[in-house]
């Protein structure tokens, strides 16, 4: 069965998003980030990661632009990458991205 494993979201204040989450909820900071393509941190409930994300610049934020404050994307770990995809097509699904194994 699949599963959510992280939730990305996008903001220009990584620290004090950051921070909201750790005070109100309770989230664990497991790691931060800080390249030339964005800064932020990742959290956790011990269950489901959540990245907090000060993308850099527009081309690595996609659409929406580096500007964009809100849900980026979700992660989800599946057992079958082509059956997954496959889903996908079916169900006319266009994801963003590639379908990959990707690890964050």
């Known amino acids: 069965m699949p599963k959510i494993k992280h939730i990305a979201i996008a ?11 750790k005070e109100v909820f309770d989230l664990r900071e497991i ?4 390249s ?3 800064k932020g941190f ?6 489901i990661n959540m990245a907090i994300l000060d993308f850099q610049n527009d ?10 404050s809100g849900i980026h994307h979700i992660g989800f770990e ?3 990458l082509e059956e997954t995809e496959n889903r996908l ?7 963003m991205d590639d379908v990959n ?4």
């Open 89 to 95: 097509a079916k169900a006319n699904a266009k994801p």
């Open 36 to 38: 030339a393509n964005a």
């Open 11 to 21: 903001t220009q204040d990584a620290e004090k998003t950051a921070k909201f989450y």
């Open 42 to 47: 990742f959290l956790s409930d011990g269950n």
């Open 31 to 34: 790691a931060q980030l800080d």
């Open 101 to 104: 194994n990707a690890l964050v």
């Open 59 to 68: 081309a690595v934020a996609g659409e929406r632009g580096k500007d964009y």
């Open 78 to 80: 599946v057992e079958d």
